[in-house]
């Protein structure tokens, strides 16, 4: 039809962000700004303006989805762009069974003692696996947080953590072959002090529940290789 659509590029020189127009024979019309870092975060602005008469706004809308799309993940278009492979990274421990409640593990250099609640016929002497599993959650969010924060250079005054697990033992107990005999839900409080705007605060935190491997390994289940040895 002897259409054409052209791509303005003027963060080249500088420019933030403007409107592009059109002009005859144009159908649309790209506007490209420099590309900004906004704490620590890289954002390319775009603007797409377009003859209405040839193209309407929800087509338009779509194309700046998938450009978007497209510009976080190159790969998709460019194969050899992939992410490069990082080696797989293994933690592992021993432990030794001291009575019906207790353990001893060896971690690296340290040991660590589990322990059920008096109630529960233990001996009260540590914390109890699920009190483990909650402080795992809470301790890889922290650094998991803290990273994130660091890599948009966000600094952190102050940060605190409450978590509370929820499980019917009626499974463990041996009172029902139904249900979930692990935590049936996790309820995890941050409280963060921080001169950073709430919506990157929010951001932080929402890409951390994403990275964050205990995090990842509770919301979306590990398989387990159980090996027995008698």
């Known amino acids: 039809t ?23 024979p144009e159908v649309a019309i790209l506007g490209v700004g420099k590309i900004r870092d906004v704490l620590g975060k890289k954002y390319l602005p775009l603007s797409l303006t377009l003859d209405h008469r040839v193209i309407d706004g929800y087509v338009g809308a779509q194309f700046l989805g998938k450009l978007r799309e497209f510009i976080e993940n190159p790969q998709k278009i460019f194969p050899g762009t992939s992410v490069p492979e990082t080696p797989e990274s293994e933690f592992s421990l021993t432990a030794i069974s001291l009575s019906d409640t207790k353990i001893e593990a060896t971690i690296r250099s340290f ?3 589990v322990d059920e609640l008096k109630e529960s016929g233990g001996t009260d002497e540590a914390p109890t696996p699920i009190e483990y599993l909650l ?6 969010m922290n650094i998991t947080i803290r990273k994130i924060a660091g890599e948009r250079k966000v600094k952190i005054d102050s940060m605190k953590f409450s978590v509370m697990g929820t499980l019917n033992p009626a499974k463990f107990l041996g009172l029902s072959k139904t249900g979930k005999a692990g935590l049936t839900k996790i309820n995890l409080n941050v409280e963060i002090k921080s001169n950073a705007p709430k919506d990157v605060i929010y951001e932080i935190i929402k890409e951390a529940e994403e990275r964050c491997p205990v995090h990842d390994t509770l919301t979306h289940g590990t398989q387990i290789n159980l090996e027995i040895t008698v």
Do not use: D, Q, R
């Open 2 to 24: 002897g259409s054409t659509f052209t791509i303005s590029n003027l963060g080249m020189t500088e420019v933030t962000f403007f409107t592009p127009i059109i002009n005859p």
């Open 111 to 113: 040991k660590v003692v």
């Open 135 to 140: 402080l795992a959650l809470v301790g890889c």
